[in-house]
T-cell receptor
Framework: RKEVEQDPGPFNVPEGATVAFNCTYS??????FFWYRQDCRKEPKLLMS???SGNEDGRFTAQLNRASQYISLLIRDSKLSDSATYLC????????????FGDGTTLTVKP | GAVVSQHPSRVICKSGTSVKIECRSL??????MFWYRQFPKQSLMLMAT?????????EQGVEKDKFLINHASLTLSTLTVTSAHPEDSSFYIC????????????FGQGTRLTVV
């Protein structure tokens, strides 16, 4: 079983749609959680951190359920520019701990 | 925010030659940096963890003699692909995390290596 598993996708949605991505992790010692966005042939960039209390940034909402070891990302009112691959990332330990990536979920928003 | 700079962004080399990729943390010290590889339409795969002042830790299946890592200072790690072959063509990305827990990783711009 992979340490971090994401919805395989791809997700093809019309503009304005709401889309949700899910991610599960297997290591209960995981300490911090993030969603990254990666555009084609570019490096991943941080989209948002994920907290147990949930956090929202504009159209994006991230949730963490430690008991179920589950992370989600909700995108409301999808824009064409949201088309990208979204990576679920889990860190174990301090800065010496490696980041483990999910395989990513590809989103395509169509006019 | 913290910045990681990677160089070169793109390199084409002949089969059998070696290529060095640099990864620098520009405004923070990174005792640990990470090297990833990404093939087309695939996920980022961790190759190795670069440790300042000590040997790198390689993931299973990654040849340490082929992918030489040097982390000589707190702001610089290098990855050298030795005797490159066409199957080594890939997108290589480094990352580093600032000190402290629960900090996100900052990525270099990536290096697209093409071996011909």
């Amino acid at each position: 079983r992979k340490e971090v598993e994401q919805d395989p996708g791809p997700f093809n949605v019309p503009e304005g749609a709401t889309v949700a991505f899910n991610c599960t992790y297997s290591n209960s010692a995981s300490q911090s959680f993030f969603w990254y966005r990666q555009d084609c042939r570019k490096e991943p960039k941080l989209l948002m951190s994920v907290y147990s209390s949930g956090n929202e940034d504009g159209r994006f909402t991230a949730q963490l359920n430690r008991a179920s070891q589950y992370i989600s990302l909700l995108i409301r009112d999808s824009k064409l520019s949201d088309s990208a691959t979204y990576l679920c990332v889990v860190n174990i330990g301090t800065n010496a701990g490696k980041s483990t990536f999910g395989d990513g979920t590809t989103l395509t928003v169509k006019p | 925010g913290a910045v990681v700079s990677q160089h070169p962004s793109r390199v084409i080399c002949k089969s059998g030659t070696s290529v060095k990729i640099e990864c620098r943390s520009l405004d923070f010290q990174a005792t640990t940096m990470f090297w990833y590889r990404q093939f087309p339409k695939q996920s980022l795969m961790l190759m190795a963890t670069s440790n300042e002042g000590s040997k790198a830790t390689y993931e299973q299946g990654v040849e340490k003699d082929k992918f030489l890592i040097n982390h000589a200072s707190l702001t610089l790690s290098t990855l050298t692909v030795t005797s490159a072959h066409p199957e080594d063509s890939s997108f290589y990305i480094c990352s580093a995390r600032d000190q402290g827990t629960n900090t996100e990783a900052f990525f270099g711009q990536g290096t697209r290596l093409t071996v011909v």
